[in-house]
C-alpha cells in the first residue's frame, strides 16, 4: 500500500507476440512519463518511440507530462498493421463474392 506521498500505477505495453504489465510505486506527482520510463519497458522494447507512439489513460489519450494518480493505468499504443475499416470492407466483399 502506498502512502500519502506515493502513487501506485501500472504500465500497460502489448507488443505482437507479447503483453507486459508492470506495477509501479511512484512518488506523487509522477508523469505519464516518468512513470513509463520507470517501467523499463522502454529498454525491454526497442520499438517503442515516445515521440511519435500515443499513450493514454484507461484508453484516454493522454499527454507524456500529465500527471497520475494512483491506481491508474498508463497504457503504450503501438501503429496499426492494418486498417480495421479497411479490413472489415474485404470480409464484407468476400462475403458477396460467395
Keep these: ?3 500519502a506521498d506515493e502513487i501506485v500505477v501500472e504500465v500497460a505495453y502489448a507488443a505482437s507476440q507479447r503483453q507486459v504489465v508492470k506495477t509501479l ?6 508523469s505519464v512519463e516518468q512513470a513509463i520510463r520507470a ?4 529498454d ?3 520499438e517503442i518511440d515516445l515521440t511519435q507512439q500515443h499513450v493514454g489513460v484507461f484508453g484516454e489519450l493522454v ?5 497520475l494518480h494512483s491506481g491508474e493505468r498508463v497504457e503504450i ?4 498493421i492494418a486498417d480495421p475499416k479497411e479490413i472489415r470492407r474485404r470480409r464484407a466483399q468476400t462475403k458477396k463474392r460467395r
Excluded: I, K
Excluded at 499504443?77 to 496499426?80: I, K
Design 1 to 3: 500500500m502506498a502512502s
Design 25 to 30: 510505486t511512484l512518488a506523487a506527482g509522477s
Design 39 to 42: 517501467s523499463g519497458l522502454l
Design 44 to 46: 525491454e522494447f526497442a
Design 63 to 67: 499527454r507524456l507530462d500529465e500527471c
Design 77 to 80: 499504443y503501438r501503429a496499426l
